[in-house]
C-alpha cells in the first residue's frame, strides 16, 4: 500500500480503517468532452429533449479499443503524479465525438481497475462496490463499471455521500439513529444494482492488459 501511495486511516468504527484510492478526474474529464468536442451533439440532444450524455451514449459501443489515460488534472493514486497528462491514443479519421466520449468513460474505469489491482494485491478483497455523485445516475456507465470492475455495483440515490454520512454520525451522536445500520436504513437509498457481464468483462480485458503500459509510455514523453 505504501508503494501504491494509499492512505489508510481509522474509521469510525474501532478497529475499522478507511484507505483511499483516488483519481482527480472522473465526471470532470466527461464534462471536458461534452465541453469541448461535443458541442454540435449538444444543440441536437436539445432539439430531442435529451441529455447530451444520454446521446452520446448511445451512439456508440463499448469497448472502443480506444485508450484514453485519464490524467488531464494529473494522476492520483497509484503514482501520485501531479505532472503527468491525458492523452488519448487510437484515433483516425473516422473516429466520432461519441467514440471518444465513450472512450473517456472507459480510461476513467481502466484507472479504477488499476487501483483494485493494486489493493487486491495487498489483500484486499471486493464482493461489491457503491457508486454515488452525478456518475451514478447514467446506467450505460454504471454497466459498463460492474463489466469492467468485474463487481457488482449498487447506485444510490445520494449525490453528496459524504455529507449524508457526516448526518449520519451526528444523527447517531445526539440519539436519533442507534446505529450506523438504522442510520443506512433511513438515509440511504439504493437505487438499482448492475451485475457484471462475463463475456463484456472478458473484452474490456484485452484491453486493458494494453492500459497497464500506457503510463510508462506516454509519461516520458510528457
Excluded at 480503517?17 to 478526474?25: E, G, I, L, P, R
Excluded at 465526471?27 to 449538444?42: F, N, R
Excluded at 505532472?83 to 466520449?101: N, P
Aim: hydrophobic share 40%; charged share 20%; aromatic share 10%.
Amino acid at each position: 500500500m505504501y508503494r501504491g501511495n494509499y492512505s489508510v486511516v481509522p474509521y469510525v468504527i474501532p478497529g475499522k480503517y478507511v484507505c483511499y484510492a483516488f483519481s482527480y478526474t472522473g465526471g470532470a474529464l466527461i464534462q471536458w468532452c461534452i465541453d469541448t468536442l461535443a458541442k454540435k451533439e449538444k444543440e441536437i440532444a436539445d432539439q430531442q429533449g435529451i441529455s447530451v450524455n444520454q446521446l452520446l451514449e448511445n451512439e456508440s459501443e463499448s469497448p472502443t479499443g480506444m485508450l484514453v489515460l485519464p490524467h488531464f488534472a494529473g494522476a492520483a493514486t497509484p503514482y501520485m503524479d501531479t505532472g503527468s497528462k491525458g492523452a488519448v491514443l487510437g484515433l483516425t479519421t473516422g473516429t466520432t465525438v461519441s467514440e471518444i466520449y465513450r472512450a473517456c468513460m472507459e480510461g476513467v474505469v481502466y484507472e479504477m481497475m488499476l487501483n483494485m489491482d493494486y489493493l487486491q494485491a495487498c489483500g484486499v478483497q471486493f464482493d461489491m462496490l457503491h457508486a454515488t455523485g452525478g456518475g451514478a445516475h447514467s446506467k450505460v456507465w454504471m454497466q459498463m463499471k460492474a463489466d469492467m470492475l468485474n463487481v457488482p455495483i449498487t447506485a444510490l440515490a445520494t449525490v453528496d455521500a459524504g455529507t449524508v454520512g457526516s448526518a449520519m454520525l451526528t444523527g447517531i451522536a445526539v440519539g436519533c439513529f442507534q446505529d450506523l445500520t438504522e442510520a443506512a436504513s433511513h438515509m440511504v437509498d439504493k437505487r438499482a444494482t448492475y451485475t457484471p457481464r462475463p463475456e463484456m468483462h472478458e473484452k474490456y480485458q484485452r484491453v486493458y492488459e494494453k492500459y497497464k503500459k500506457l503510463y510508462q509510455a506516454v509519461r516520458p514523453l510528457v
